[in-house]
T-cell receptor, first 114, second 112 residues
Framework: DGGITQSPKYLFRKEGQNVTLSCEQNLNHDAMYWYRQDPGQGLRLIYYSQIVNDFQKGDIAEGYSVSREKKESFPLTVTSAQKNPTAFYLC?????????????FGDGTRLSIL | DAKTTQPPSMDCAEGRAANLPCNHSTISGNEYVYWYRQIHSQGPQYIIHGLKNNETNEMASLIITEDRKSSTLILPHATLRDTAVYYCIVRGPTDSWGKLQFGAGTQVVVTP
């Protein structure tokens, strides 16, 4: 089945530790996105990538880093510089050929601080 | 973005059709209507989208009024697994998908 796979489903971070969240898609989509969702709040864009080897900062990129070495993969690293990392992280992708193509989401990774 | 208005909640009996309304009276001619849902602790799931014609897929049907100011998402035979928050949004060619916001949505509870 085609889709977006995020792993792990739950992740715990210690103080001073960097952690990496995985996002893999087999939909052959060009664009990929990382969002953060906090309780009672909407989606906030962290980073996005329209093409391999290129990515752009979103609204809340500080304390996060990404890479896009392969079309199907867009890992997100939450660094120790992110002081409030506890949140639900969502990866999304979409085909960019037509503007009406919808965005598809993975099932998310819930990150907590130990 | 054109704004949408949805009822905050609705209940539906298992096996019955669920009809979810959405008002989008300021929609522009090139804006599409999209429906997503989010089940608790899961990522948003795309359901269906349309411009002006009615659309149907394996999950649902989308009925758009002739004046395009409102639409209805129909889940033909609701199951307990359809309990979720359903979001109606409209997006056009100038809307950035990175600025996606869902609003409050409709909490649908399917009961046995």
């Amino acid at each position: 089945d085609g889709g977006i796979t995020q792993s792990p489903k739950y992740l715990f971070r210690k103080e001073g530790q960097n952690v990496t969240l995985s996002c893999e898609q087999n939909l052959n989509h060009d664009a990929m996105y990382w969002y953060r969702q906090d309780p009672g709040q909407g989606l906030r864009l962290i980073y996005y990538s329209q093409i391999v080897n290129d990515f752009q900062k979103g609204d809340i990129a500080e304390g996060y880093s990404v890479s896009r070495e392969k079309k199907e993969s867009f890992p997100l690293t939450v660094t120790s510089a992110q002081k409030n990392p506890t949140a639900f992280y969502l990866c999304a992708s979409r085909e960019t050929g037509k503007y009406n193509q919808p965005q598809h989401f993975g099932d998310g990774t819930r990150l907590s601080i130990l | 973005d054109a704004k949408t208005t949805q009822p905050p909640s609705m209940d539906c009996a298992e096996g019955r059709a669920a009809n979810l309304p959405c008002n989008h009276s300021t929609i522009s001619g090139n804006e599409y209507v999209y429906w997503y849902r989010q089940i608790h602790s899961q990522g948003p799931q795309y359901i269906i989208h349309g411009l002006k014609n009615n659309e149907t897929n394996e999950m649902a049907s989308l009925i758009i009024t002739e004046d395009r100011k409102s639409s209805t998402l129909i889940l033909p035979h609701a199951t307990l697994r359809d309990t979720a928050v359903y979001y109606c949004i409209v997006r056009g060619p100038t809307d950035s998908w990175g600025k996606l916001q869902f609003g409050a949505g409709t909490q649908v509870v399917v009961t046995p």
